[in-house]
Protein backbone atom coordinates (compact mmCIF):
# COMPACT_ATOMS: atom_id res chain seq x y z
CA UNK A 1 0.00 0.00 0.00
CA UNK A 2 1.71 3.43 -1.21
CA UNK A 3 1.85 6.19 1.20
CA UNK A 4 0.55 10.08 0.51
CA UNK A 5 3.98 10.94 1.31
CA UNK A 6 5.45 8.31 -0.83
CA UNK A 7 3.19 9.27 -4.34
CA UNK A 8 4.55 11.37 -7.27
CA UNK A 9 3.19 14.80 -6.78
CA UNK A 10 3.01 17.21 -9.95
CA UNK A 11 4.43 20.34 -9.48
CA UNK A 12 4.65 23.22 -11.55
CA UNK A 13 8.17 25.30 -11.02
CA UNK A 14 8.71 29.35 -10.88
CA UNK A 15 12.13 30.99 -11.16
CA UNK A 16 12.93 35.03 -10.96
CA UNK A 17 15.61 35.80 -13.57
CA UNK A 18 18.12 38.85 -11.87
CA UNK A 19 20.18 41.17 -13.65
CA UNK A 20 23.72 39.73 -13.38
CA UNK A 21 22.69 36.22 -14.42
CA UNK A 22 22.82 35.31 -17.61
CA UNK A 23 19.98 33.41 -19.83
CA UNK A 24 22.46 29.93 -19.84
CA UNK A 25 23.35 29.90 -15.95
CA UNK A 26 19.79 30.96 -15.11
CA UNK A 27 18.15 27.53 -17.32
CA UNK A 28 20.53 25.49 -15.91
CA UNK A 29 19.55 26.44 -12.63
CA UNK A 30 15.75 25.62 -13.56
CA UNK A 31 16.82 22.41 -15.11
CA UNK A 32 18.50 21.55 -11.62
CA UNK A 33 15.22 22.64 -9.68
CA UNK A 34 13.75 19.78 -11.92
CA UNK A 35 16.06 17.57 -10.60
CA UNK A 36 15.54 18.31 -7.01
CA UNK A 37 11.87 17.57 -7.60
CA UNK A 38 12.40 14.38 -9.06
CA UNK A 39 14.65 13.61 -6.60
CA UNK A 40 11.95 14.75 -3.96
CA UNK A 41 9.37 12.04 -5.68
CA UNK A 42 7.93 14.59 -7.76
CA UNK A 43 7.10 15.89 -11.62
CA UNK A 44 7.54 19.02 -13.01
CA UNK A 45 4.51 19.57 -15.32
CA UNK A 46 5.57 23.41 -16.26
CA UNK A 47 8.00 26.06 -15.42
CA UNK A 48 7.30 29.69 -15.14
CA UNK A 49 10.35 32.49 -15.31
CA UNK A 50 10.28 35.70 -15.12
CA UNK A 51 12.76 38.64 -15.89
CA UNK A 52 13.08 41.56 -12.88
CA UNK A 53 15.31 44.17 -11.51
CA UNK A 54 14.85 42.27 -8.15
CA UNK A 55 12.09 40.08 -6.51
CA UNK A 56 9.02 41.16 -5.78
CA UNK A 57 9.32 41.56 -1.82
CA UNK A 58 5.48 40.30 -1.47
CA UNK A 59 4.88 37.85 -3.50
CA UNK A 60 8.52 37.20 -5.75
CA UNK A 61 6.86 37.53 -8.99
CA UNK A 62 4.71 40.55 -10.27
CA UNK A 63 1.02 40.70 -10.25
CA UNK A 64 0.55 39.93 -13.88
CA UNK A 65 3.02 36.45 -13.74
CA UNK A 66 1.61 35.31 -10.87
CA UNK A 67 -1.94 36.01 -12.42
CA UNK A 68 -0.37 33.55 -15.52
CA UNK A 69 0.65 31.07 -12.69
CA UNK A 70 -3.19 30.75 -10.94
CA UNK A 71 -4.22 29.93 -14.36
CA UNK A 72 -1.40 27.33 -15.25
CA UNK A 73 -2.59 25.53 -11.94
CA UNK A 74 -6.20 25.23 -12.84
CA UNK A 75 -5.14 23.79 -15.91
CA UNK A 76 -2.51 21.23 -14.85
CA UNK A 77 -4.28 21.01 -11.51
CA UNK A 78 -1.24 20.55 -9.83
CA UNK A 79 -0.48 19.37 -6.10
CA UNK A 80 2.63 22.14 -5.52
CA UNK A 81 4.26 25.16 -6.60
CA UNK A 82 8.07 25.39 -6.00
CA UNK A 83 9.96 28.30 -6.29
CA UNK A 84 13.51 28.56 -7.34
CA UNK A 85 14.87 30.72 -4.25
CA UNK A 86 14.31 31.13 -0.48
CA UNK A 87 11.59 32.84 0.26
CA UNK A 88 10.56 35.14 3.07
CA UNK A 89 8.14 33.94 5.27
CA UNK A 90 5.42 36.97 4.39
CA UNK A 91 5.51 35.58 0.71
CA UNK A 92 5.46 32.25 1.27
CA UNK A 93 2.56 33.16 3.53
CA UNK A 94 0.90 35.57 0.56
CA UNK A 95 1.51 33.27 -1.97
CA UNK A 96 -0.48 30.32 -0.35
CA UNK A 97 -3.07 33.08 0.30
CA UNK A 98 -3.09 33.83 -3.14
CA UNK A 99 -2.98 30.61 -5.13
CA UNK A 100 -4.66 28.27 -2.32
CA UNK A 101 -1.84 25.52 -3.10
CA UNK A 102 0.97 24.10 -1.16
CA UNK A 103 4.25 26.56 -1.81
CA UNK A 104 7.59 25.44 -1.57
CA UNK A 105 10.87 26.93 -1.99
CA UNK A 106 14.22 25.76 -3.10
CA UNK A 107 15.95 25.85 0.46
CA UNK A 108 12.47 23.31 2.18
CA UNK A 109 13.26 20.95 -1.19
CA UNK A 110 16.88 20.27 -0.40
CA UNK A 111 15.48 19.69 2.85
CA UNK A 112 13.17 17.17 1.82
CA UNK A 113 15.03 15.28 -0.01
CA UNK A 114 18.11 15.63 3.00
CA UNK A 115 15.10 14.15 5.42
CA UNK A 116 14.51 11.14 2.82
CA UNK A 117 18.44 10.83 2.26
CA UNK A 118 19.38 10.81 5.93
CA UNK A 119 20.49 6.79 7.28
CA UNK A 120 22.23 7.49 10.16
CA UNK A 121 21.25 9.11 13.56
CA UNK A 122 23.89 12.10 13.02
CA UNK A 123 22.25 12.63 9.78
CA UNK A 124 18.60 12.72 10.78
CA UNK A 125 19.50 14.97 13.80
CA UNK A 126 21.39 17.27 11.32
CA UNK A 127 18.50 17.19 9.07
CA UNK A 128 15.66 17.70 11.89
CA UNK A 129 17.91 20.89 12.97
CA UNK A 130 18.14 22.45 9.80
CA UNK A 131 14.25 21.70 9.31
CA UNK A 132 14.01 23.36 12.52
CA UNK A 133 15.93 26.57 12.27
CA UNK A 134 13.76 26.95 8.74
CA UNK A 135 10.63 26.74 10.43
CA UNK A 136 11.24 28.94 13.42
CA UNK A 137 10.49 31.94 11.90
CA UNK A 138 7.86 30.92 10.23
CA UNK A 139 5.74 29.69 12.55
CA UNK A 140 2.81 32.28 12.20
CA UNK A 141 -0.29 31.01 9.96
CA UNK A 142 1.49 27.36 10.09
CA UNK A 143 -2.01 25.91 11.25
CA UNK A 144 -3.44 27.08 7.92
CA UNK A 145 -1.15 26.34 5.40
CA UNK A 146 -0.32 22.86 7.16
CA UNK A 147 -3.94 22.11 6.42
CA UNK A 148 -3.72 22.65 2.78
CA UNK A 149 -0.22 20.54 2.76
CA UNK A 150 -1.74 17.41 4.05
CA UNK A 151 1.90 15.42 3.32
CA UNK A 152 4.37 15.02 0.47
CA UNK A 153 6.64 16.91 -1.00
CA UNK A 154 8.18 19.43 2.31
CA UNK A 155 6.77 18.02 4.90
CA UNK A 156 8.78 14.95 5.69
CA UNK A 157 11.02 15.29 8.91
CA UNK A 158 10.17 16.71 12.43
CA UNK A 159 6.12 16.36 11.32
CA UNK A 160 3.01 18.56 11.29
CA UNK A 161 2.38 18.15 14.82
CA UNK A 162 6.00 19.86 15.44
CA UNK A 163 5.01 22.78 13.29
CA UNK A 164 1.82 23.72 15.04
CA UNK A 165 3.98 23.42 18.61
CA UNK A 166 4.87 27.03 19.99
CA UNK A 167 8.39 28.56 19.61
CA UNK A 168 9.58 27.76 23.06
CA UNK A 169 8.54 24.28 22.36
CA UNK A 170 11.01 24.08 19.36
CA UNK A 171 13.72 26.60 20.53
CA UNK A 172 13.99 23.86 23.32
CA UNK A 173 13.97 20.79 20.70
CA UNK A 174 16.59 22.50 18.52
CA UNK A 175 19.04 23.06 22.00
CA UNK A 176 18.72 19.80 22.33
CA UNK A 177 19.77 17.92 19.53
CA UNK A 178 22.44 20.39 19.66
CA UNK A 179 23.47 18.68 22.92
CA UNK A 180 23.41 15.54 20.87
CA UNK A 181 25.41 16.49 18.19
CA UNK A 182 28.37 17.86 20.58
CA UNK A 183 28.21 14.21 21.98
CA UNK A 184 28.63 12.65 18.12
CA UNK A 185 31.47 15.79 17.28
CA UNK A 186 33.64 15.07 20.25
CA UNK A 187 33.00 11.19 19.66
CA UNK A 188 34.23 11.90 15.87
CA UNK A 189 37.31 14.35 17.33
CA UNK A 190 38.40 11.50 19.23
CA UNK A 191 38.48 9.07 16.55
CA UNK A 192 40.20 11.86 14.26
CA UNK A 193 43.08 12.47 16.66
CA UNK A 194 43.55 8.65 17.22
CA UNK A 195 44.03 8.47 13.20
CA UNK A 196 46.59 11.36 13.48
CA UNK A 197 48.41 9.88 16.45
CA UNK A 198 48.70 6.54 14.30
CA UNK A 199 49.46 8.94 11.32
CA UNK A 200 46.91 7.22 9.13
CA UNK A 201 46.66 8.92 5.59
CA UNK A 202 43.15 10.44 4.98
CA UNK A 203 41.78 11.25 2.05
CA UNK A 204 38.38 13.25 1.26
CA UNK A 205 36.02 13.07 -2.12
CA UNK A 206 34.46 16.22 -2.63
CA UNK A 207 32.35 17.18 -5.35
CA UNK A 208 29.25 18.59 -6.49
CA UNK A 209 26.04 16.70 -6.23
CA UNK A 210 25.42 13.54 -8.77
CA UNK A 211 29.20 14.02 -10.02
CA UNK A 212 29.99 10.62 -9.56
CA UNK A 213 32.08 10.39 -5.91
CA UNK A 214 30.30 7.41 -4.60
CA UNK A 215 30.36 4.97 -7.68
CA UNK A 216 34.12 6.64 -7.08
CA UNK A 217 34.59 5.41 -3.92
CA UNK A 218 33.31 2.36 -4.63
CA UNK A 219 35.44 1.10 -6.99
CA UNK A 220 38.70 3.05 -5.05
CA UNK A 221 37.40 1.10 -1.61
CA UNK A 222 35.39 -2.04 -2.94
CA UNK A 223 33.01 -1.07 -0.82
CA UNK A 224 29.00 -0.62 -1.18
CA UNK A 225 28.66 3.12 -0.97
CA UNK A 226 24.80 3.92 -1.97
CA UNK A 227 24.59 5.36 -5.58
CA UNK A 228 21.82 6.38 -7.53
CA UNK A 229 21.27 9.27 -10.91
CA UNK A 230 19.87 11.09 -8.31
CA UNK A 231 21.11 14.74 -6.29
CA UNK A 232 22.14 14.18 -2.98
CA UNK A 233 21.85 9.93 -3.14
CA UNK A 234 24.77 10.07 -0.39
CA UNK A 235 24.20 11.95 2.57
CA UNK A 236 25.63 10.30 5.65
CA UNK A 237 29.47 10.52 5.19
CA UNK A 238 31.37 7.13 5.07
CA UNK A 239 34.96 6.48 5.72
CA UNK A 240 36.54 3.31 4.44
CA UNK A 241 40.44 1.88 3.75
CA UNK A 242 42.05 2.27 -0.12
CA UNK A 243 45.02 -0.12 -0.89
CA UNK A 244 47.13 1.74 -2.66
CA UNK A 245 49.84 0.45 -5.71
CA UNK A 246 52.89 -0.02 -3.15
CA UNK A 247 50.14 -1.72 -0.61
CA UNK A 248 50.10 0.98 1.61
CA UNK A 249 46.99 1.69 3.26
CA UNK A 250 44.77 4.93 3.79
CA UNK A 251 41.17 5.44 4.43
CA UNK A 252 38.85 7.79 2.64
CA UNK A 253 35.67 9.55 2.98
CA UNK A 254 32.60 10.02 0.66
CA UNK A 255 31.14 13.34 1.67
CA UNK A 256 27.64 15.06 1.21
CA UNK A 257 27.27 16.52 -2.34
CA UNK A 258 28.02 20.47 -2.50
CA UNK A 259 25.26 22.18 -4.85
CA UNK A 260 24.96 25.81 -5.93
CA UNK A 261 22.44 28.20 -3.15
CA UNK A 262 22.94 25.39 -0.41
CA UNK A 263 20.87 26.62 2.06
CA UNK A 264 23.17 28.03 5.22
CA UNK A 265 20.85 26.63 7.34
CA UNK A 266 21.89 23.24 6.12
CA UNK A 267 25.54 24.39 5.94
CA UNK A 268 25.34 24.98 9.81
CA UNK A 269 23.49 21.97 10.65
CA UNK A 270 26.31 19.62 8.61
CA UNK A 271 29.17 21.70 9.65
CA UNK A 272 30.84 19.18 12.10
CA UNK A 273 29.90 16.24 9.35
CA UNK A 274 31.98 18.79 6.65
CA UNK A 275 35.10 19.06 9.18
CA UNK A 276 36.19 15.62 7.71
CA UNK A 277 37.34 17.68 4.63
CA UNK A 278 39.07 20.12 7.03
CA UNK A 279 40.62 17.16 8.71
CA UNK A 280 42.16 15.26 5.41
CA UNK A 281 45.64 15.34 4.23
CA UNK A 282 44.92 15.42 0.61
CA UNK A 283 41.59 16.43 -1.36
CA UNK A 284 39.89 14.15 -4.64
CA UNK A 285 37.75 17.17 -6.12
CA UNK A 286 35.42 15.29 -8.57
CA UNK A 287 33.80 16.96 -11.44
CA UNK A 288 31.27 15.54 -13.66
CA UNK A 289 32.94 16.61 -17.34
CA UNK A 290 29.47 15.60 -19.02
CA UNK A 291 27.38 18.04 -17.46
CA UNK A 292 27.04 21.45 -19.66
CA UNK A 293 27.41 23.49 -16.27
CA UNK A 294 30.53 21.66 -14.75
CA UNK A 295 32.21 25.09 -14.68
CA UNK A 296 29.67 27.05 -12.16
CA UNK A 297 29.69 23.58 -10.40
CA UNK A 298 33.48 23.63 -9.78
CA UNK A 299 33.23 27.26 -8.81
CA UNK A 300 30.35 25.97 -6.35
CA UNK A 301 32.68 23.82 -4.43
CA UNK A 302 35.95 25.70 -4.12
CA UNK A 303 33.58 28.51 -2.59
CA UNK A 304 32.36 26.09 0.05
CA UNK A 305 36.12 24.95 0.61
CA UNK A 306 37.00 28.33 1.17
CA UNK A 307 34.82 28.89 3.94
CA UNK A 308 35.77 25.77 5.49
CA UNK A 309 39.33 26.94 5.60
CA UNK A 310 40.13 23.83 3.49
CA UNK A 311 42.04 25.60 0.53
CA UNK A 312 45.42 24.82 1.68
CA UNK A 313 44.79 20.94 1.49
CA UNK A 314 46.68 19.29 -1.25
CA UNK A 315 43.71 18.39 -4.28
CA UNK A 316 43.85 16.52 -7.29
CA UNK A 317 41.03 17.43 -9.73
CA UNK A 318 39.20 14.12 -11.22
CA UNK A 319 37.32 15.21 -14.24
CA UNK A 320 35.02 11.80 -14.20
CA UNK A 321 32.59 9.90 -16.81
CA UNK A 322 35.03 10.83 -19.59
CA UNK A 323 33.17 8.46 -21.76
CA UNK A 324 30.22 10.92 -21.79
CA UNK A 325 31.94 13.95 -21.58
CA UNK A 326 31.30 16.86 -23.32
CA UNK A 327 32.78 17.74 -27.35
CA UNK A 328 34.04 20.92 -25.91
CA UNK A 329 35.46 19.76 -22.91
CA UNK A 330 38.23 21.45 -21.59
CA UNK A 331 40.00 21.10 -18.28
CA UNK A 332 39.58 24.45 -16.12
CA UNK A 333 42.13 24.31 -13.24
CA UNK A 334 45.36 25.28 -12.70
CA UNK A 335 46.61 22.44 -10.13
CA UNK A 336 46.61 18.93 -11.05
CA UNK A 337 43.79 16.50 -12.78
CA UNK A 338 43.20 13.57 -14.30
CA UNK A 339 40.39 12.67 -16.86
CA UNK A 340 38.71 9.35 -15.76
CA UNK A 341 35.74 7.00 -15.98
CA UNK A 342 34.65 5.96 -12.70
CA UNK A 343 34.31 2.35 -14.45
CA UNK A 344 37.61 1.87 -16.13
CA UNK A 345 39.87 -0.38 -14.27
CA UNK A 346 42.52 1.18 -15.98
CA UNK A 347 41.89 4.71 -14.90
CA UNK A 348 41.21 3.14 -11.22
CA UNK A 349 44.55 2.01 -11.09
CA UNK A 350 45.94 5.75 -12.86
CA UNK A 351 44.40 7.70 -10.07
CA UNK A 352 45.71 5.36 -7.39
CA UNK A 353 49.37 5.87 -8.67
CA UNK A 354 48.09 9.66 -8.75
CA UNK A 355 47.12 9.34 -4.89
CA UNK A 356 50.39 7.83 -3.84
CA UNK A 357 52.26 10.37 -5.86
CA UNK A 358 50.98 13.13 -4.12
CA UNK A 359 51.39 11.48 -0.42
CA UNK A 360 54.55 11.05 -1.28
CA UNK A 361 55.33 14.44 -1.95
CA UNK A 362 53.84 14.95 1.94
CA UNK A 363 56.21 12.33 3.22
CA UNK A 364 59.79 12.32 3.88
CA UNK A 365 61.85 10.04 1.99
CA UNK A 366 64.12 7.41 4.18
CA UNK A 367 66.51 4.49 3.53
CA UNK A 368 66.92 1.85 6.56
CA UNK A 369 68.58 -1.14 7.78
CA UNK A 370 66.88 -3.63 10.68
CA UNK A 371 67.76 -6.75 11.54
CA UNK A 372 65.40 -9.96 11.34
CA UNK A 373 65.15 -9.94 14.75
CA UNK A 374 63.05 -6.51 14.61
CA UNK A 375 60.19 -8.19 13.08
CA UNK A 376 57.16 -5.91 14.58
CA UNK A 377 59.10 -2.78 13.41
CA UNK A 378 59.49 -4.77 9.57
CA UNK A 379 55.47 -5.31 9.97
CA UNK A 380 55.09 -1.45 11.17
CA UNK A 381 56.93 -0.15 8.53
CA UNK A 382 54.89 -2.18 5.73
CA UNK A 383 51.69 -0.93 7.09
CA UNK A 384 52.53 2.68 7.86
CA UNK A 385 54.98 3.69 5.12
CA UNK A 386 55.11 3.77 1.15
CA UNK A 387 57.60 0.70 0.59
CA UNK A 388 59.94 1.48 -2.85
CA UNK A 389 62.26 -1.52 -1.78
CA UNK A 390 62.33 -3.78 0.64
CA UNK A 391 65.97 -5.90 0.14
CA UNK A 392 68.10 -8.60 2.50
CA UNK A 393 71.63 -7.90 2.66
CA UNK A 394 73.46 -11.40 3.27
CA UNK A 395 76.42 -9.64 3.97
CA UNK A 396 75.70 -7.50 6.93
CA UNK A 397 72.11 -9.72 7.78
CA UNK A 398 70.19 -6.89 7.64
CA UNK A 399 67.04 -5.46 5.71
CA UNK A 400 67.60 -2.42 4.06
CA UNK A 401 64.38 -0.71 3.17
CA UNK A 402 63.93 2.64 1.04
CA UNK A 403 60.34 3.85 0.73
CA UNK A 404 58.49 7.45 2.25
CA UNK A 405 56.72 8.06 5.95
CA UNK A 406 55.32 11.05 7.76
CA UNK A 407 58.17 13.31 9.09
CA UNK A 408 59.28 12.20 12.68
CA UNK A 409 57.30 8.78 12.34
CA UNK A 410 57.39 6.96 15.66
CA UNK A 411 58.62 3.85 14.08
CA UNK A 412 61.34 5.42 12.32
CA UNK A 413 62.39 7.93 15.53
CA UNK A 414 62.58 4.64 17.77
CA UNK A 415 65.09 2.74 15.37
CA UNK A 416 67.29 6.17 15.27
CA UNK A 417 67.71 5.69 19.26
CA UNK A 418 68.56 2.05 19.07
CA UNK A 419 70.93 2.80 16.33
CA UNK A 420 72.82 5.72 15.06
CA UNK A 421 73.32 4.86 11.32
CA UNK A 422 70.15 3.03 10.86
CA UNK A 423 67.70 5.95 9.47
CA UNK A 424 68.77 8.77 7.18
CA UNK A 425 67.51 10.68 4.78
CA UNK A 426 67.53 9.73 0.77
Same mark, same amino acid.
Given at each position: ?33 ? $? ?34 ? %??? #? ?11 ? !? $?????? %? !?? %? ?26 ? !? ?52 ? *? ?35 ? !? ?11 ? %? ?27 ? =? ?10 ? =? ?69 ? $? ?20 ? *??? =? ?9 ? *? ?34 ? #? ?13
Amino acid at each position: MQNDSDKIEHAVLVGCQLPGMDDEHFAYSMEELA $SLTKTASGKALVQLSQKRDRRHPATYIGKGKLEELS %NVL #EETEADVVIFNDE !L $SPSQNR %N !LS %NALNIKIIDRTQLILDIFAQRARTREGK !LQVELAQLNYLLPRLSGQGINLSRQGGGIGTRGPGETQLETDRRHIRTKIHDIK *MQLNLIVKHRERYRDRRKKNHVFQAALVGYTNAGKST !LFNRLTESSSYEE %NLLFATLDPMTRRMQLPSGYTALITDTVG =FIQDLPTTLVAA =FRSTLEEVKEADFILHVVDSSNEDYLNHEKTVYKLLDELEAEQIPILTVYNKKDQQLIDFSPSTKEKYLQI $SAFSENDIEELKKQIEQSLKEL *MKP =FMAEIPPEEGK *MLSQLKTEAIIDSFLFDEVREKYVIKGYAWPFHPVL #ETYRKDNKRGTEDV
